[in-house]
């Protein structure tokens, strides 16, 4: 009798909690799979945890939920340390998959018998593209920049001959004014091949340098086939040196991220990494954490 009247009491409970969320359905938390989303994460933002323990900080990235990466630690040949293939062994069995990588061509130039081993290594990675991600403070000149344009074009044709796309990826000193000259409008998207170099652009630096995301792929619609979303957590005046102590999380800041993505078909976006240069203030993984629960809990839906 006892067992009966637990059994009751028990059923009777679980009825009146039926009744109060309305059915069965809505009681249930469904988990959000956030690698359905394809959200990717330049690894530069871990770039300490990367150095400790690649195996380890990798891991740590595809249970956060991050799909595609971006890498920043190739050299000679490998890539953190390890052989192409052994690196992209290592990420398929996580469930993610590289990408693009950052690769430096210096003002000084490249050969190319470099840029061909450089282009062969990151084809048997299985990349899309490559990206030059900076250019020196002494090489922030028009002379400089229009002789490091002409051998990105050549190594984005190398690069195209392995079936790599090139890219650039700006801050916001190419859009500071030398002598009434803006080199990202008035040298790079001129000189560029569109064929040979697409753009990567930093959401938080174009920012930074007062421009308007939107308005640019209206300009030059269907040449930013990548996004890098980093927030800002106030909002300035428009600033040309490379000064990020504002840095934060995506979605923490005064970015309007839904109103750039939404005009991501202009753009030509195909693929959107998270990046935070200052590494999450110390907090790499917590910051990482917290962009792709703001992107696919509010963002993306």
Partial sequence: MKSRRDFLRVSAAGS????ACGNLA??????????????????????????????????????????????AGFADGKFYG??????????????????????????????????????????????????????????????????MIGEWNKVGEIMKGVGIQFAYHNHNFEFANLDGIVPYYDLYMPEMDPELITMEIDLYWVTKAGQDPVEMFKKYPGRFQLFHLKDM??????????????????????????????????????YRFVEDDNQGNGKPFEGIGKSIDNLTADILV
């Fill in 16 to 19: 009146l909690g039926l009744l």
């Fill in 26 to 71: 809505s009681c249930v938390t469904k988990a959000v799979d956030k690698k359905s989303y394809g959200v990717g994460i330049q690894l530069y933002t871990i770039r300490d945890a990367m150095s400790a323990d690649t195996p380890g900080s990798l891991k740590k990235v595809s249970d956060l939920g991050y799909k595609y990466l971006e890498l």
């Fill in 82 to 147: 390890y052989a192409p293939a052994e690196f992209k062994k290592l990420v398929a069995d996580l469930g993610m998959k590289v990408v693009s990588s950052h690769t430096q061509v210096e003002a000084a130039g490249i050969s190319l018998d470099n840029a061909k081993a450089m282009a062969d290594a990151h084809a048997e990675l299985g990349v899309e593209y490559c990206v030059q991600p900076w250019v020196n403070d002494e090489d922030r000149n028009i002379e400089t920049y229009k002789k």
């Fill in 233 to 270: 957590s106030q909002k300035s005046e428009p600033y040309f040196e490379v000064e990020k102590s504002d840095i934060c999380s995506v979605g923490e800041g005064v970015i309007d991220f839904k109103r750039i993505l939404d005009a991501k078909d202009i753009a030509g976006m195909k």
